[in-house]
């Protein structure tokens, strides 16, 4: 099985030390490269093709929001997970509407940051619990309550688990074990999902499953 290619992007060495010892005894990660501001990461993923870019916010010159933008604009298939001190909102859908796959502080656990890389790692959106609450505050502009319901309603049994467990923040391979169907088979519900109820990304999936109650915000 491939390794997860990361690159690390953050302003400060002892940081970047410190993740570094973290990936390094991770057996499924090799980090692919450093960077310590937003236009080295643009120029560092040109390069390295990673498949995960671990992003610091605030970053002297240009920062993690812009060259997250950047990044998705050229590099679509590089997933973003942004590591940061800031827990406020505005830098929060900032990161997600630049295109990051999620959005994690740096005071997490270790394990939590491991779990967050293997989860946008499969495309996926992780979310932070203390942070997910933000989007409860979300409402989607194509949808109101009454016709979210409705739009509910007309998701098979199945598609309701898998868009409850992408909510979550599983990968595909950890549904398909759970659900005892294979990785494929969760890809395709998921554009169904996604279909039927015109959402266009996965973090609107989550929003959407959060505002209909599938799944719970502490």
């Known amino acids: ?11 400060h060495e002892i940081v970047r030390a ?11 990660m090799e980090i692919v490269g450093e960077a310590g501001g937003g236009a080295d990461a643009i120029r560092a993923v040109a390069d390295l093709h990673p498949d995960v870019v671990l992003m610091d916010v605030a970053m002297p010159g240009m920062n993690g929001i812009e060259a997250t933008r950047r990044i998705k604009e050229a590099n679509p298939e590089t997933a973003i997970l942004a590591l940061t001190m800031y827990e406020d909102e505005q830098y929060f859908f ?12 740096k005071r997490a656990a270790p394990d939590d940051l491991v779990s967050a890389i293997r989860v946008v790692s499969q495309g996926n959106v992780f979310l932070y619990a203390s942070l997910a609450r933000f989007l409860l505050n979300e409402v989607l502009p194509t949808h109101d309550a009454k016709a979210g319901d ?3 309603e007309e998701l098979t049994p199945r598609e309701r688990e898998v868009l409850t467990h992408i909510a979550e923040g599983k990968t595909n391979r950890e549904i398909a074990d759970v659900l005892i169907i294979s990785p ?6 998921r554009e169904n999902i996604m279909q039927k109820l015109n ?4 973090v609107e999936l989550v929003k959407y ?4 109650g599938l799944i719970r915000v502490e």
């Open 150 to 152: 409705s739009l509910t």
């Open 1 to 11: 099985m491939s390794k997860i290619r990361l690159l690390l992007v953050d302003d």
């Open 199 to 202: 959402l266009h990304s996965r």
């Open 209 to 212: 499953a959060i505002s209909r």
């Open 94 to 105: 900032e990161m997600l509407n630049a295109g990051a796959s999620g959005y994690i502080p």
């Open 184 to 189: 494929k088979t969760v890809d395709r519900h």
């Open 18 to 28: 410190g993740l570094r010892m973290l990936f390094l005894a991770e057996p499924d």
